[in-house]
């Protein structure tokens, strides 16, 4: 027989937590169920009226994946997807309340009656901890929405699911093993402890583990482990839920929350275009712009955005109205990397509010092959060998991946260099990737170096993935690619040691995919080491 002394200590620690977790009485004093939130709390965030109008017709859209979400569908949600995750924790909320119509109203109670009587309770992601924690928080901080103005029997169950969630979620913390989704399932913890009457602590659990995860997931730079900027961006929302949530009891904000908020935001300034939207790095979809613009808005950051965040990897250079955003760090570690694309070395660049290199986006919500096709090294502005990933593919992560990832920074009269390798094509070529970028004073020249250092020349092509928003045209005598942005200015690119063309390209970084075009620089080991220079200038 097995006991408690022949265990890990801190396993024993959190088997214990979760046995008293799972006591009502243990954490929380109600005596009976409650007619209502004690404290109200409103959700933060502005729902998309145009997602809830599609719920009326019984769609569903995630990151650009769309399925059925009606009282009948529950049951046909898939376990690991992110669609799934998004339907179970009741974020569909949010949008059907953006609509504000009594058939919206009607909706979200016949999708709530039919998953609490049993129809969602089935499928193991509704009790994962982050999800537990989206549906507490969607109940209590809608429930004027939602179930105020119902019958009682309504008004009852739901707050028997809240008071039930709410039980399951303390029983699952801390979530240690988690990444970003760590923080909105404590988020969940601490709205059900500000709430609820008689939860107190509730919230003074969640503020004990949130302390940790900052510590554990918060670099000191202010980005996040997982080198996401829509990670960041949920945890940055994640905390000033928390310090709203504080505030109402008339707390004092902890030091943890206020000094992660000063870090984090200038981080997340850094991976931002000049349109306000995030650079599509591991995960992020340009669509998240107006939520980021909103986070801000309740931040209020005191400083400017970050030029460098050397411990998440990422380098941003500015001049002029542009603005390049480059990935110059070793993807995130194993545990840490359900969100890593195969893009080291990629770089995105903007004009005032026009974006004209991209990488192709994301669709986490997608199927495997769909998905896989927008993590690929060739869906990312940079350089591929023999079409072969930067870092291995699987399911929920990376496997081989570059090791050593280094990066040099100048800077001279307003001008910037950037010298940076990487070698994750070294144990199936022995090659070394070397990216050289330069960003003159007027932001008006851009010029590249690309090399490849291996015993053998190999077959490469090197991408520039273009906004589909941008008009591109090969010049006439095949030397370049005339490029031509929304607001009416022209650019063109130039390239030396390769053949140039321009080719058909997908973006998902918005609502919809939407077809786009793409540079590519090529050469085979017939022409010789890649040794590749480009440039990118503005006419006129």
């Known amino acids: 027989m097995t006991g408690p002394e022949s265990l890990d200590p801190r396993a024993w620690l959190r088997a214990a937590g979760r046995m008293f977790g799972r006591l009502p009485q243990a954490a929380v004093r109600m005596g009976r169920l409650p007619d209502a939130p004690a404290i109200p709390v409103r959700d933060p965030w502005a729902g998309d009226p145009q997602t809830g109008v599609r719920l009326l017709k019984g769609e569903f859209p995630v990151e650009g994946t769309v399925r059925p979400l009606d009282s009948g569908a529950w049951g046909g949600a898939e376990p690991s997807s992110v669609w799934a995750a998004a339907a179970h924790g009741f974020l569909w909320l949010r949008d059907l309340r953006a609509v504000g119509s009594d058939a919206a109203r009607m909706k979200a109670r016949a999708l709530a009656s039919a998953w609490i009587a049993g129809a969602g309770r089935g499928v193991a992601v509704s009790q994962r901890a982050d999800v537990l924690g989206n549906r507490v928080s969607a ?29 399951a ?25 500000v709430a609820l009457p008689g939860a107190e602590a509730y919230l003074a659990r969640a503020l004990r583990f949130l302390e940790q995860e900052i510590g554990r997931q918060v670099l000191a730079d202010g980005g996040h482990v997982e080198r996401s900027p829509a990670a960041l961006l949920s945890v940055l929302q994640d905390l000033l839920e928390f310090r709203g949530l504080i505030g109402a009891v008339r707390q004092p904000v902890p030091e943890s929350i206020a000094a992660a908020l000063e870090r984090i935001t200038p981080a997340l300034a850094a991976l931002r275009h000049g349109d306000g939207g995030p650079a599509l790095f591991n995960g992020t979809r340009e669509e998240i712009a107006p939520v980021l613009s909103a986070a801000f808005a309740q931040a209020q950051p005191r400083g400017r955005a970050a030029q460098r965040l050397p411990q998440t990897g990422f380098e941003r ?26 893009g080291t070395l990629a770089f995105e660049m903007s004009v005032g509010r026009d974006r ?32 072969v990933n930067s870092s291995e593919l699987r399911e929920g992560g990376l496997g081989r991946r570059p090791e050593q990832v280094s990066v040099q920074r100048h800077e001279a009269s307003g001008a910037h260099w950037l010298d ?46 273009l906004h589909p928003a941008v008009d591109a045209s090969l010049q006439q005598d095949g030397s370049g690619v005339l490029l031509r942005t929304p607001s009416g200015t022209g650019w063109v690119l130039r390239s030396e040691g390769a053949r140039l063309a321009l080719e058909e390209s997908i973006y998902a970084g918005g609502a919809e995919p939407r077809r786009s075009e793409q540079v590519v620089l090529s050469g085979t080991p017939e022409d010789g080491p890649c040794g590749v220079k480009w440039a990118i200038s503005k006419l006129g």
């Open 356 to 387: 004209l290199i991209v990488n192709c986006g994301a669709a986490p919500a997608a199927g495997a092959e769909w998905r896989d096709a927008l993590r690929a090294t060739a869906a990312h502005s940079t350089l591929v060998i023999a079409d």
């Open 420 to 465: 940076a390798s990487h070698d994750g094509w070294k144990k199936p070529f022995g090659a070394i990737h070397r990216r050289r970028l330069y960003l003159g004073e007027s932001g008006e020249d851009i010029r590249g170096e690309d090399s490849i250092e291996a015993p053998m020349p190999q077959p490469f092509a090197i991408r520039f993935h």
């Open 169 to 193: 979620l303390a029983a699952a913390l801390p979530a240690e093993t988690m990444d970003a989704r760590a923080f909105g399932a404590l988020r969940g913890l601490a709205v059900a402890g």
């Open 317 to 342: 250079l500015a001049a002029g109205r542009t603005v390049l955003v480059i990935d110059s760090g070793a993807p995130a570690q194993k545990g840490q990397d359900r969100l890593a694309h195969a």
């Open 139 to 167: 109940l209590l901080s809608h429930w004027d929405f939602l179930a105020e103005s119902a019958e009682q029997g309504f008004r009852a169950s739901v707050m028997a699911q809240i008071v039930e969630d709410a039980g």
